[in-house]
């Protein structure tokens, strides 16, 4: 595959945190246009992953593309292409909902009257109208996802990188999530998610990556992977296997 047929790149990415090898020299290439799912178990290396893929952590080892701008020696172009929505993210905890879209819209160097028009769309999409005035540090976590998937999305980039996006977001909002995302594929925009949620990264990509350990265990067109099972079945026997049946715990009940 050329530079120019990947959104994003990522080529020997490794990281260490201290003895512990969380990412371990992973190549992996999200096609333009695909609708790419990251899983993994607990601690797998997803989010240091798409941290350093993003320009959020430094790498030890390798290189981060985005539709071939390198993130580390290209940083302004590169983030120009992308919108992010970064695990635990921390947002301006002392704006309203409506403050944050403004300021994060004029740091993005949009006009004042696109920021206006989006910001009034992203509000409206994500059902914020009754929230649009509540300071940032009290929304709920499912607001902040949704408040923070909003900033990701107001410079209209070309690649969303959203790390668990549907975590702790109620029913009506991860439906609306899950069709505002299908129609920027659709429209040419390319998504890469990660998910603790199969049967949601079944329905909504077409290319996965399974994460075990800090190494990529599989990783292609989503029927390829899963060869006939399910994506969960794929994952347990790719990354380990069911506890064994009946262990409980004597001490319990
Ligand atoms: N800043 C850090 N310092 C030390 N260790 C870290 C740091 N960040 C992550 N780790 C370790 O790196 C490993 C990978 O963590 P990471 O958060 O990337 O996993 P993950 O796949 O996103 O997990 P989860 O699905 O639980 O969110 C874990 O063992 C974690 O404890």
Same mark, same amino acid.
């Given at each position: ?119 009034? @769309?992203?509000?409206?999409?994500? @059902? ?41 977001? @109620? ?83």
């Amino acid at each position: 595959m050329k530079d120019s047929d990947s959104a994003l790149q990522l080529i020997g990415l490794s990281k260490q945190f201290e003895d512990h090898t969380a990412v371990n020299s992973v190549n992996l290439s999200v096609p333009c246009g695909s609708f790419f799912g990251l899983v993994g178990p607990n601690g797998a290396g997803k989010t240091t992953l798409l941290s350093m893929a993003i320009g959020l952590l430094r790498p030890d080892q390798g290189a981060s593309k985005i539709f071939g701008v390198n993130v580390w020696s290209n940083p302004l172009q590169a983030k120009t292409l992308v919108g992010v929505l970064p695990d635990g993210m921390s947002l301006p905890e002392r704006l309203t909902g409506r403050e944050l879209l403004t300021y994060m819209g004029l740091l993005r160097g949009l006009d004042t009257k696109t920021v206006a028009q989006r910001t009034e @769309d992203l509000l409206d999409i994500l @059902d914020f109208r009754d929230d649009e005035r509540t300071l940032v540090i009290n929304y709920s976590t499912g607001m902040r996802k949704k408040i923070g998937l909003a900033t990701a999305l107001l410079h209209s980039p070309k690649l969303l990188v959203l790390d668990e996006p549907f975590e702790a977001v @109620d029913p009506i909002s991860a439906s609306t999530i899950r069709t505002l995302l299908q129609s920027f594929v659709t429209t040419g925009g390319s998504v890469i998610l990660s998910s603790h949620v199969m049967p949601l990264v079944e329905q909504l990509c077409d290319h996965v990556a399974v994460i075990a350990k800090g190494s990529v265990a599989a990783t292609g067109p989503l029927d390829l992977v899963c060869n006939g099972k399910s994506l969960e079945e794929s994952f347990i026997s790719l990354v380990g296997h069911r506890p064994e049946e009946g262990k409980k715990l004597s001490w319990l009940m």
